[in-house]
């Protein structure tokens, strides 16, 4: 029933700006909406992610740069990606949990994101 689809990835030149959504379905038990990035060959990292009360929290490399936001009446989080660097290419997964069980995420199924001149 849950379901997470992402969409807005594709090629940007450094110092560009992209903006990701992931528009959720059946997804009433989640609170906790957040970005993950897996580069090929890496492990999938944490990018950021807001909570029900809309605090946000950002990894150490993209803060400053990025922001997670959500529209609450189209079920859609999103992830504005300013200043952007070649080192945030990947693909970004939205992903949702309950805070109480974070190893127990449902994931979308990705959106590229290439930063490259």
């Known amino acids: 029933q849950v379901q997470l689809v992402e969409s807005g990835g594709g090629l940007v030149q450094p110092g560009g700006s992209l903006r990701l959504s992931c528009a959720a379905s059946?997804?009433?038990?989640?609170?906790?909406m957040g970005w993950y990035r897996q580069a090929p060959g890496e492990q999938r990292i944490f990018v950021a992610h807001i909570i029900g009360s809309g605090i946000t929290n950002y990894a150490d490399s993209v803060k400053g740069r990025f922001t997670i936001s959500r529209d609450s009446a189209k079920n859609t989080v999103y992830l504005q990606m300013n200043s952007l660097k070649p080192e945030d290419t990947g693909i970004y997964y939205c992903?949702?949990?309950?805070?109480?069980?974070?190893?127990?995420?449902?994931w979308g199924q990705g959106t590229q994101v290439t930063v490259s001149s």
């Open positions: 059946g997804t009433s038990s989640i609170n906790v």
């Open positions: 992903a949702g949990w309950i805070i109480t069980n974070a190893r127990d995420k449902y």
